[in-house]
C-alpha cells in the first residue's frame, strides 16, 4: 500500500506565505510526477503545479512566480511554497504522485487526504 501524508496547512494573512509538504511511503519501487491540486468550495479540482521526475515543471497561470514546486527524491517528498498569497487562494489542496509499486507494473495516481489553507484577514 502507499500513503501521501500532507502537512503544513493553516490560517494565513493576505500577503504572507505558507509551506506544504507531501511525503509518500509504502510499496514505492519508483516516483514518476508528483504535484499538488486545489479545490474550493463550490468549484472544480484544479491543478496547482505538477513536477515529472524529467521534463518542465507545470504551473496554473494564477500561481506563476508566486507558488514554488519542488522534490527531494531521496525522502520521496514533494514540497510548495506559497508566497504573496491571496483570498482566492482559499482552498484545501491536495498531493498527487504516480507512483510504480514494482518495475512490471503500470504506474498509479495516488492522493493524499488534503490540508485545508485559509488565507483571510
Known amino acids: 500500500q502507499v500513503q501521501l501524508v500532507e502537512s503544513g496547512g493553516g490560517l494565513v494573512q493576505p500577503g504572507g506565505s505558507l509551506r506544504l509538504s507531501c511525503a509518500a511511503s509504502?510499496?514505492?519501487?519508483?516516483?514518476?510526477?508528483m504535484g499538488w491540486y486545489r479545490q474550493a468550495p463550490g468549484k472544480q479540482r484544479e491543478l496547482v503545479a505538477a513536477m515529472p521526475s524529467v521534463g518542465i515543471t507545470n504551473y496554473a497561470a494564477s500561481v506563476k512566480g508566486r507558488f514554488t514546486i519542488s522534490r527531494d527524491n531521496a525522502k520521496n517528498t514533494v514540497y510548495l511554497q506559497m508566497n504573496s498569497l491571496k483570498p482566492e487562494d482559499t482552498a484545501v489542496y491536495y498531493c498527487?504522485?504516480?507512483?510504480?509499486?514494482?518495475?512490471?507494473?503500470?504506474?498509479?495516481?495516488?492522493w493524499g487526504q488534503g490540508t485545508q489553507v485559509t488565507v483571510s484577514s
Open positions: 498527487n504522485a504516480r507512483i510504480y509499486t514494482d518495475y512490471r507494473s503500470s504506474p498509479g495516481d495516488y
Open positions: 509504502g510499496s514505492i519501487f519508483s516516483i514518476s510526477a
